[in-house]
Nanobody
Framework: QVQLVESGGGLVQAGGSLRLSCAASGRTFSTSVMGWFRQAPGKEREFVASIRWADSNTYYANSMKGRFTISRDNAKNTLYLQMNSLKPDDTAVYYC?????????????????WGQGTQVTVSS
């Protein structure tokens, strides 16, 4: 089992920045890829970005490129999402997720473990 705990969400004005963190514990050695997803009210869950734990290879949703940066700290077993130039449309609950095999995936069902989510609200 892998436990994931997100933090760092909050209220920010449009144009501002936030850094989300996701602390992983448990059988973290089994993790191959970690990712961020988000879900806005009334909308489906949306892929944001993912990173391969072994070599930091990253993959982004096209709409996130240039504004969001995913990174990880292996020593701390922590995943990050730096979000810049935030827009009201970025308002959502952000979830981190981990999968124990395979490559990057934009499909949530391919991830084995999920955190509880952290709320990000961007005011206009």
């Amino acid at each position: 089992q892998v436990q994931l705990v997100e933090s760092g969400g909050g209220l920010v004005q449009a144009g501002g920045s936030l850094r989300l963190s996701c602390a992983a514990s448990g059988r973290t050695f089994s993790t191959s890829v970690m990712g961020w997803f988000r879900q806005a009210p009334g909308k489906e869950r949306e892929f944001v970005a993912s990173i391969r734990w072994a070599d930091s290879n990253t993959y982004y949703a096209n709409s996130m490129k240039g504004r969001f940066t995913i990174s990880r700290d292996n020593a701390k077993n922590t995943l990050y999402l730096q979000m810049n130039s935030l827009k009201p449309d970025d308002t959502a609950v952000y979830y981190c997720a981990a999968r124990t095999g395979g490559w990057h995936s934009v499909v949530g069902i391919n991830y084995d473990y999920w955190g509880q989510g952290t709320q990000v609200t961007v005011s206009s």
